[in-house]
């Protein structure tokens, strides 16, 4: 009786616990919902312990109206999304206001790199079998791990779901459909096979194909409080249609666990573009493949730990711009890139480690663009870290070393470029009680120029460095965990406060006459904020479970180049000072209520903050309300979802209209 | 914090206003002038200043309010301005239209829908405005631009005819057109052309091979046609080239070539005032020049317009208009591109009368009469 329950818990994530009619068996389900809660605890705190981290799974994930990974992100501190509208429209994250390309994406325990510009589209991820994101300012906790993760500023974690099989079984599988606004239709399968003890395998398939239509709404009034104008249209060219395949192999060693992916994903887009004046629809479409192929183990012989990864990728991205006002475009790039990463741990006492990591990166970019220098660059990194844990104080100290080389066809590379990016973690429990502790880092980052701002046609300026970052965060963190059947379940607040530094940003400038820009290393960026986050658990009758979880952020991030600027010392574009985001969610026996409200305050669209560039503030609400329950042996969830529920128009990029208030209904079945 | 924390109805912006330290000059026959921010690309944000000599007053952000129920206001994409009778026009290239207002009131009295459309020019009852887009030929990858002929009464197509790649500016000399073909969007083919439109039957008669990525045309008083190419930005650099008849002919030929970069012209009188921006990739920086050419003589008189060093502020000149009577030159700088500019006014002794605040790429500039 326990270890199906147990077994069924670990399928949390995917499926809740099917509802159980007799109040004896109700009570044990509850009882090890506890458990497990409790273990989700622990091993949140170990990581949370050195650094700061936010983390979303299983019913939390589940329960917030999301459709990708990047609305999932909306609810963590310090996170701003851009979110070009709709299922198909861009969406890129940017942590802590440093730039989106400071922000490492992993999957898997691989990055996921874009050479040619940097920035990963986080709308292309979908939730379906995601298992749980995480959010790590700085790097991860551990320091077993690839050097390339030692280096960026901020990193997010996806991590698909892991089979895991009760005694007997040998076979899962799940169907679930989508549908709802914008014409959306998105069925998507699992399955997931036992194909000896030690080694299972997953194969995932999904299809995403919507029209993107969606009524948005522009109103203005005049000083006097009369209406200016006020017109509804429909987005056009917003359509999406977009298969992801994936395949895992999953191993364990005596000590230790290898995994193998393949992974393919095929779109085609339209780019809805900025509604302006006269322009309603464009001729945009990008076709996307992206397919990748990676593996991975890690093992233990006694005191000695290893790690190792390796990767190929290839993306290929054609975009035709078919507008018949506007110049012809049709261009085809190809983007490859080969990854190897070994690392080593030893563990010298007890509460003294040491780790080194040595990663290798091969990225060549191909474009059928006049001009294009084709480039090719060859990255080595190399880190080494410490970590000492004593029972109310621990830290950890890496230094990375990157090694940049760039070769070009037909022209002249610039120099090779080296930088060291050192990082200290301090955390203690100054009381003697285990639920506080207090934390703080140091860590210099960096980005290289992507390939786009050193190499693109007449644009890109091969003698750009890379942009810095220094980052300085002092936090506190109070993490208790209830007893089973207590009233308070669990609950959980950190405060973090930051300063962070951003040297030599990368920023277009104007080269003489229409519209021609170049990259310069010229921007500084003085960014200052707070994040918060708490998190309640509660259990005040029966069956019933109540969470909530809120975040704020205050971020003044200001640009500090230039006195002579007339943006000098203002807020840079597109950071609110206040944001944040509320969740509430209601869970009794298989009934599941999840009301989310997201708060973005006022911002500006360009560096200067006059009221011309004034962007009003944004606020949603989502709720959702969802049903497990079993026929036979077969595991049903049908989960009602409305977004924007008092269809808020607002805009979050300028001139890029989001959706009013939509609905999805989901299905999944599972055996 | 409470009444900005929320959202409140979308207001249209509204004008301000700016007092200029500018007599008012009671003999003068100009009333003021309008100035068009081109507003970076997919911003939306082309707005129309304007200054009245009359009241001193410079008026950021005129349109709006005064057309406050036009769905996204001016547009995205100034590119040129003009006065012809009692209507203003602006030409909005990524909104793909030119807007026409009352030249006095400034409130809208319609638009015209030309795709992609560059520049205006007037002639004999009728408004000409140039194209990228011509009608799709046979390469529809690579089509030929067109110049548009547009009624001014009634603000509608009346003709259309083909030129080069991508025609910027024209001007009309004795009933024949003169059209600069820059040929942009085929980079590195660039078009080199000028094409000569016969104005009675609206027909391209001839095209003169000038330069390549050709830009600025400009008459002067000597029926002389002024014009600028911006070279291939990389080994070939920007020229100003002069256009005349051969004494007897019938045709414009290239008659000088003046040894200087030109980004963008005004001709009062005999004096051609010039500025050009030239990127440097060895210093990472951009070259600016000005200079005044003697269109007469055809001879650089003078390398500088700015005599009391506030050239060393301008980051990027982007426009430059002449007072048609006391000589005044208005220089315009956009800065990055993606903040307010500003307009500058010299005397024409070169020094600095006064400077404003302008919109986002301030460009181009239109005077009103009274």
Not at chain 1, 575 to 582: C, D, E, V, W
Not at chain 2, 208 to 226: E, G, S
Not at chain 2, 278 to 299: D, K, L, M, P, Q
Not at chain 2, 340 to 347: A, E, I, V
Request: proline share 4%; with cysteine.
């Amino acid at each position: 009786m326990l270890s199906i329950f147990r077994h069924i818990l670990w399928l949390l994530p995917v499926v809740s616990p099917p509802v159980v009619a007799q109040s004896l068996e109700a009570t044990d389900s509850v009882s090890l919902a506890h458990r497990l809660e409790n273990v989700e605890v622990t091993a949140r705190r170990r990581q949370a312990e050195v650094i700061p981290s936010q983390r979303l799974d299983g019913e939390q994930l589940r329960g917030l109206n999301s459709q990708s990974v990047a609305d999932a992100l909306r609810y963590f501190a310090g996170v701003q999304i851009k979110d070009y509208g709709g299922v198909g429209g861009i969406k890129t994250v940017n942590i802590r206001s440093m730039g989106t390309n400071h922000t490492g994406v992993v999957y898997d325990g691989v990055e996921l790199g874009n050479a040619q510009n940097g920035q990963v589209d986080l709308g292309q991820f979908s939730l379906d079998n995601i298992e749980s994101i995480s959010l790590y300012n700085g790097q991860k906790s551990e320091i077993l791990q690839p050097a390339r993760d030692f280096g960026t500023a901020g990193t997010i974690y996806m991590r698909t779901r892991m089979p895991k099989f009760a005694c007997g079984e040998t076979f899962h599988a799940r169907m679930t459909v989508r549908s709802g606004s914008f014409d959306l239709l998105n069925p998507s399968a699992l399955v997931e096979l036992k194909l000896s003890e030690r080694v299972s395998a997953s194969l995932s398939a999904e299809w995403v194909s919507s029209s993107g239509k969606y009524k948005f709404r522009y109103r203005r009034v005049n000083p006097a409080g009369e209406l200016a104008y006020d017109t509804t249209a429909v987005r056009q060219n917003g359509d999406i249609n977009a298969t992801r395949l994936e395949c895992n192999l999953n191993g364990a060693l005596p000590s230790g666990q290898w995994h193998a992916k393949v992974y393919n994903y095929n779109s085609e887009r339209g780019v809805p573009g900025a509604i302006v004046n006269n322009v309603w629809r464009r001729g945009e479409r990008i076709w996307d493949t992206n397919s990748f192929a990676q593996g991975g183990f890690n093992n233990t012989w006694g005191r000695f730990s290893a790690l190792a990864n390796v990767k190929y990728a290839f993306y290929r991205t054609h975009y035709v711009n078919n507008d018949d006002k506007q110049v012809k475009i049709d261009n085809l790039y190809r983007q490859r890139e080969t990854y190897l990463s070994v690392a080593g741990e030893y563990e010298i006492l007890p509460v003294w480690r040491i780790s080194s990591a040595y990663d290798f990166q091969w990225n060549a970019l191909d474009a059928d663009v006049y001009a294009f220098a084709r480039p090719d660059r060859f990255t080595h990194m190399a880190s080494v870290a410490t970590a000492l844990a004593f029972s109310r104080f621990k830290a950890q100290a890496s230094v990375m070393g990157s090694f940049v080389h760039d070769v070009l066809r037909g022209q002249k590379a610039p120099s090779d470029k080296q930088v060291l990016t050192p990082a200290v973690y301090l955390s203690c429990n100054p009381l003697r009680n285990a639920d506080w502790s207090v934390r703080a880092f140091v860590k210099r980052s960096f980005r290289m120029p992507t390939f786009n701002d050193l190499y693109y046609a007449d644009m890109g300026n091969s003698q750009l460095n890379p942009e810095r970052v220094t980052q300085y965060n002092v936090g506190l963190l109070y993490d208790h965990s209830g007893r089973c059947g207590a009233l308070l379940n669990a609950a959980r607040i950190s405060v973090d406060a930051y300063y962070n530094r951003v040297k030599d940003k990368i920023v277009a400038y104007p080269k003489g006459q229409q519209f021609r820009w170049t990259m310069l290393n010229l921007g500084l960026v003085d960014i200052r904020g707070v994040d918060v986050s708490a998190l309640l658990s509660l259990c005040p009758v029966g069956d019933l479970t109540l969470t909530g979880r809120v975040q704020y952020t205050f971020q003044r991030a200001i640009d500090v180049t230039d006195p002579a600027d007339n943006y000098y010392r203002d807020q840079i574009p597109y950071i609110p000072l206040h944001s944040g985001s509320a969740v509430v969610n209601a869970s009794w026996r298989g009934i599941n209520v999840n009301y989310s409200f997201i708060y973005v305050g006022e911002r500006y669209n360009q560096q200067e903050n006059i009221r011309y560039n004034y962007t009003q503030p944004w606020y949603t609400s989502d709720l959702s309300a969802g049903y497990d329950f079993s026929v036979g042996r077969v595991k049903m969830r049908c989960l009602l979802e409305v977004n924007n529920l008092l269809s808020q128009d607002y805009d979050v990029i300028l001139n890029y209209p989001m959706p009013k208030r939509n609905y999805r209904a989901t299905v999944t079945v599972e055996i | 914090m409470v009444a900005t924390s929320c959202r409140e109805d979308e207001l249209v912006v509204p004008t301000e206003y700016d007092i200029i330290p500018e007599r008012p000059d009671p003999s003068s026959s100009i009333r003021g002038f309008y100035l068009v921010n081109e507003g970076n690309m997919g911003s939306n944000k082309c707005t129309l200043d304007y200054f009245d000599y009359m009241t001193g007053l410079y008026a950021r952000n005129f349109y709006a309010e005064r057309n406050p129920s036009v769905i996204k206001e001016l547009g995205d994409v100034g590119n040129d301005i003009g006065i012809y009778g009692s209507k203003l026009y602006v030409v909005v290239n990524c909104s793909h239209k030119v807007e026409v207002m009352d030249a006095r009131s400034g409130v809208r009295l319609g638009q015209i829908d030309i795709p992609n459309c560059r520049y205006i020019r007037f002639h004999r009852g009728k408004a000409y405005v140039s194209s990228y887009v011509g009608p799709v030929l046979i390469d529809p990858s690579a089509p030929k631009g067109a110049v548009y002929q547009i009624d001014t009464l009634s603000l509608a197509v009346t003709a259309k005819v083909t030129v080069g790649y991508q025609p910027e500016e024209m001007e009309i000399v004795n009933d024949y057109m003169y059209v600069a073909n820059s040929g942009g969007y085929r980079a590195p083919a660039y078009d080199n052309t000028v094409s000569v439109i016969q104005m009675i039957d609206f027909k391209q008669v001839q095209q003169i091979k000038v330069d390549i990525n050709l830009h600025r045309l400009k008459k002067d008083r000597y029926d002389q046609l002024w014009v600028s190419s911006r070279g291939d930005y990389q080994t070939r650099p920007s020229r100003l080239y002069c256009l005349a008849k051969r004494k007897g002919f019938n045709q414009m030929e290239v008659v000088d070539t003046i040894p200087v970069a030109c980004s963008n012209m005004a001709i009062r009188g005999d004096s051609l005032y010039f500025y050009a921006t030239e990127w440097n990739n060895f210093t990472a920086s951009n070259t600016i020049s000005y200079g005044i050419i003697n269109v007469r003589t055809r001879e650089l008189v003078s390398t500088s317009f700015i005599t009391d060093g506030t050239e060393k502020e301008i980051t990027v000149p982007y426009g430059i208009a002449l007072h048609p009577e006391n000589g005044d030159v208005f220089v315009t700088d956009a800065k990055n591109y993606v903040s307010s500019g500003t307009l500058y006014c010299f005397d024409s002794g070169g020094r600095r009368k006064w400077r404003v605040r302008t919109g986002d790429i301030p460009a181009h500039i239109t005077f009103l009469s009274k």
